[in-house]
């Protein structure tokens, strides 16, 4: 984790991403974050993401918002 708090880390993912709950969870590598896409957001479906980076953390989150929205 970087050196930011984890709850100023949740605090910007849920200001930058709504439609998802986040949360962490203790794991053999540390501590990871978890992004879980709330129920009633735009897009239905189940998307989990879970890792210890923050920053690869809003990359997933972005490449599956593209993705979503499909062909420019």
């Given at each position: 984790?970087?050196?930011?708090?984890?709850?100023?880390?949740?605090?910007e993912?849920?200001?930058?991403?709504?439609?998802?709950?986040?949360?962490?969870?203790?794991?053999?590598?540390?501590?990871?974050?978890?992004?879980?896409?709330?129920?009633?957001?735009?897009?239905?479906?189940?998307?989990?993401?879970?890792?210890?980076?923050?920053?690869?953390m809003?990359?997933?989150?972005?490449?599956?918002?593209?993705?979503?929205?499909?062909?420019?």
């Open positions: 984790m970087t050196a930011i708090s984890e709850s100023a880390m949740l605090s993912l849920a200001a930058e991403f709504p439609g998802y709950e986040f949360s962490t969870q203790r794991t053999w590598e540390g501590v990871s974050l978890i992004a879980v896409r709330q129920d009633g957001s735009d897009r239905p479906g189940v998307c989990v993401v879970i890792t210890p980076d923050l920053d690869e809003r990359r997933a989150l972005l490449d599956g918002m593209r993705l979503e929205s499909g062909p420019p």
